[in-house]
């Protein structure tokens, strides 16, 4: 069973920043997670893609986030890190991790971090 417990929410002002961690946990194989990445979903709104990063470390954005927010993991702790600045209101929102696991390729999801972004 895989476990993903996130951490580093909160309230800030617009231009500060914060770092979201994300660990897994449980009945694990270091080598049988794939993909990880951070999602949100602002009230009234789809949940969407932030950033994500390979098994082998390629990154991808979303545009509206590009040059502001860096994705990393560390591959010994099972942790992915989001590291966000220069943050906007338009940030605010429910940030969830997602992991992409084993052989199957199946997703797991952490339960979520509020981030709110004050003007």
């Known amino acids: 069973q895989v476990q993903l417990v996130e951490s580093g929410g909160g309230l800030v002002q617009a231009g500060g920043s914060l770092r979201l961690s994300c660990a897994v946990s449980?009945?694990?194989?270091?080598?049988?997670?794939?993909?990880m990445g951070w999602y949100r979903q602002a009230p009234g709104k789809l949940r969407e893609l932030v950033a994500g990063?390979?098994?082998?470390?390629?990154?991808n954005y979303a545009d509206s986030v590009k040059g502001r927010f860096t994705i990393s993991r560390d591959n010994a702790k099972n942790t992915v890190y989001l590291q966000m600045n220069s943050l906007k209101p338009e940030d605010t929102a429910v940030y969830y991790c997602?992991?992409?696991?084993?052989?199957?390729?199946?997703?797991?999801w952490g339960q979520g971090t509020q981030v709110t972004v004050s003007s």
């Open positions: 990063i390979t098994s082998g470390g390629s990154t």
């Open positions: 449980g009945s694990i194989l270091r080598s049988r997670i794939n993909a």
């Open positions: 997602k992991v992409d696991y084993g052989p199957r390729r199946t997703d797991y």
